[in-house]
């Protein structure tokens, strides 16, 4: 407790501990590893910075209460929140950077759902943009559905409104996913049939040639 207190003296402005009482994200905050390699966080005048551009996203994690999360730095300044259980992944929030909203992404680690020893995918995320929301009871339905859980899956979301869960070793078993992934967006619109189709081509094709995620 008195080593997280010192951290959080020298990393967090006195500002934000007033304004934020979430424990989870204070503690999240206190470890500087959490603040990635933001050029902003060098100074408390660049942390202040940098928790402005994060704040809609800390505003909706300050209502979560003892709800359990984690954050993720990413893109040098901005954070996704995404489930706290490492098995569970796919669904994140960030802030979107052009509209007053949070945005829905597609977040996970690929290598963390393939098992197959031929296939070059790196300890790194797959962040795709998804939709901006607007309405926070939406991010909140969906936070609080498809964060909890502790088996091995990962949501998918194709918009605010249709996703599919894949579980286990899922990259490595196309016809599983494709059958899951297609099903869910089944009479859906042509953006998320377009969002599947692109799922499907990445989960195909990734790690074994050059193909790439747009």
Not at 155 to 179: H, N, W
Not at 189 to 194: L, R, S
Request: proline share 5%; hydrophobic share 35%; glycine share 4%.
């Amino acid at each position: 407790m008195k080593e997280t207190l010192e951290k959080q003296n020298t990393l967090l402005p006195s500002s934000f501990t007033k304004e934020y009482k979430n424990a989870k994200l204070i503690e999240i905050l206190s470890d500087e590893v959490n603040w990635g390699v933001s050029p902003l966080a060098i100074d408390e005048k660049g942390r202040r910075k940098l928790i402005k551009l994060n704040s809609l996203l800390f505003d909706y994690i300050e209502t979560l209460g003892d709800f359990d999360f984690f954050i993720e730095p990413y893109d040098y300044d901005y954070f996704e929140l995404m489930p706290a259980n490492v098995s569970r992944q796919g669904i994140a929030f960030s802030v979107d950077r052009k509209l007053n909203g949070l945005e829905l992404d597609l977040f996970f680690y690929p290598c963390d759902y393939s098992d197959d020893p031929h296939r070059n995918l790196p300890y790194a995320p797959l962040r795709v943009s998804v939709a901006t929301i607007f309405d926070v009871s939406i991010v909140d339905r969906l936070v609080k559905k498809y964060f909890p859980g502790n088996r091995k899956s990962a949501v998918i979301p194709f918009s605010s409104y249709r996703m599919a869960e894949l579980e286990g070793f899922f990259m490595d078993d196309y016809d599983y996913t494709e059958k899951i992934c297609r099903k869910a967006v089944e009479g859906g619109a042509e953006t998320e049939i377009k969002n599947c189709e692109h799922f499907l081509s990445f989960v195909k094709h990734a790690g074994l040639d050059r193909q790439v995620f747009r």
